[in-house]
């Protein structure tokens, strides 16, 4: 394993970091966030390395980009983490005994967490700020696609982490190869927890190669379900936004889903679609209902990968079904149960609608677009988990703590 002794190294650092004050961890994220802006300059510089090998055109473009703008943003939300309190040693519950002994059930670091993901390098800053607060060492295993941003984002966290005599182990960025991946799967005793960031593709190679647990994040199928009942005004906001706000992110519609008594309200709720070059792949009823509205140049039939496919661009398949357990049945179907909607105004289908899908989160009149830890209120996120087991839906600070019983006693034993 050519990687042992990264993972040796971060095991330490891990045992070291436990012993660290939260009032130093908080200060330590200050000092990252104004070394942020500081090395800004820097930052884009390498940035723009990344940048250079990949087509405007490309989805990915958005998520790969860095601006002063955005490196402003990630400082704020370092800044942001650090004012969290921390869930660390949160008492979660406490019994005592007949024979005395005080049992408490306790929060605490998972240790090495090992994170894999694609053309973000602001995940970078989000990670380490996330893991450095909850005490957990992050293995950071970068896309080839920002490898120079990702090198540059790494070394100015270093940087202050040394300054402040804080061992550098805390936060290492991996190779960018695929035997890095693959070496991290399978670190069983180093590594605690890993998690994926990135495509379906990328999601079902972790899950099915990883000898060690693994929390499935990140891939987003999502669908907008307009009912029969369904206010215009609100679907057609609902839908833009939903759709166009950032068409590269995880919670970005994929497909509108619509009553087919509604079929002639469709061109009103695509309408302000175009604007943005939206390419529709609309099933045979909602195609001729778009047919003599929509530009015929964004205009397509549907086909079998219409649905079920999370674009990460501007496009969106339509379904038309004739029934909400129509919708839901589709939903379940080709859902990634990450985010799902229903525009209704019917109480009785928000509540069917409610207990029938399956997803970390279900919208009631609301655009997907909020599934966001920072939207939910949290703070910040690591991603947002598709799976039932320990987290599910966006995961903040809480989400990267696992627990130990800690017994407290005076002597007692154990009679045979």
Do not use: W
Request: glycine share 6%; proline share 3%.
């Amino acid at each position: 394993m050519k990687l042992k002794n990264t993972f040796e190294s971060a095991l330490e650092a891990s045992r070291q970091l436990n012993l660290i004050e939260g009032t130093v961890i908080d200060s330590v994220l200050l000092k990252v966030a104004d070394a942020a802006e500081a090395n800004a300059g820097y930052i884009l510089t390498e940035n723009a390395k990344d940048l250079a090998a990949m087509s405007k055109e490309d989805p990915m473009y958005d998520r790969l980009l860095l601006t002063r703008e955005r490196i402003a943003g990630i400082a704020a939300d370092l800044r942001n983490v650090a004012s969290l309190h921390a869930p660390l040693g949160e008492i979660l519950s406490s019994t005592v005994r007949s024979n005395g002994m005080k049992i408490e059930k306790v929060r605490v670091p998972f240790g090495v967490i090992g994170v894999i993901y694609e053309a973000r390098p602001n995940v970078s800053f989000d990670v380490f700020g996330l893991c450095f607060k909850t005490k957990n060492v992050s293995l950071l295993k970068g896309g080839t696609n920002a490898r120079y941003s990702n090198k540059a984002i790494v070394k100015v966290i270093r940087e202050v982490l040394q300054s402040e005599r804080i061992n550098p182990d805390v936060v290492t960025l991996l190779p960018t190869d695929r035997e890095a991946t693959v070496e991290m799967l399978g670190a069983v005793g180093y590594v605690d927890l890993i998690i994926p960031r990135g495509s379906s593709a990328l999601i079902n190679f972790v899950r099915d190669n990883s000898r060690v647990p693994v929390i499935e994040t990140g891939a987003g199928i999502c669908h907008t379900y307009f009912d029969k009942s369904g206010d215009i005004a609100k679907g057609e906001a609902i839908i833009f936004n939903a759709k166009t706000r950032r068409v590269s992110v995880c919670n970005a519609l994929d497909c509108l889903i619509i009553h087919s008594e509604r079929l002639t309200d469709l061109p009103l709720l695509c309408e302000r679609l175009a604007t943005k070059n939206v390419i529709i792949h609309a099933d045979e009823r909602s195609y001729y209902s778009l047919k003599v509205h929509y530009p015929s140049q964004l205009l397509e039939k549907a086909d079998a990968e219409s649905f079920g496919t999370e674009f990460l661009d501007y496009k969106m398949a339509i379904k038309t079904v004739d029934s909400l357990q129509g919708a839901i049945e589709h939903i379940t179907h080709y859902s990634s149960k990450h985010s799902e909607a229903i525009i209704s105004e019917d109480q009785a289908a928000l509540e069917v609608f409610t207990a029938a899908v399956d997803a970390a989160c279900v919208y009631l009149n609301v655009s997907t677009a909020f599934t966001d830890g920072a939207q939910f209120g949290l703070g910040a996120e690591i991603g947002i988990s598709t799976q039932k087991l320990h987290a599910r839906g966006p995961m903040a600070l809480a989400e990267l703590t696992s627990y130990k019983y800690i017994i407290h006693g005076n002597g007692q034993i154990r009679n045979e």
